[in-house]
């Protein structure tokens, strides 16, 4: 009943966040200041992968004081993919695509990876 965090093994400026079956409000604000944290200092921009393949519902009871907290923690953030999100859509100030595996939200990073100059 938790939302992990870890860098991409191959890319430390890929983050994924992976949310397990029954994970509450509690724990996406807890996984929102740890994602603050993990960025905090980083001068290269971050890419997100957001993981709810594992679970798709949303806690209920979202508000929209929450746009404030993640729009703040994604200040360092250029893009987020969304895997299969169902019906949960963050507020957040950056690009956002909506797959439904993680090689197309693979495809889609490499995609743009190779389209940033050198």
Known sequence: MSIRLRWDENDSTILHQIFEEGWTLQAYYHSIEALEIMLMGRQQP????????????????????????????????????LINPGYFMPVVDCPVAVVTS??????????????VPA
């Open 102 to 115: 993680m090689d197309e939200a693979f495809a889609i990073l490499e995609d743009e990876q190779q389209k």
């Open 46 to 81: 971050v890419r997100l992968v957001m993981n709810l393949t594992g679970a798709t519902t949303p806690p209920m009871r979202f508000t929209r004081g929450r746009t404030v907290d993640e729009a703040k923690a994604t200040t360092n953030v250029e893009r987020i993919v």
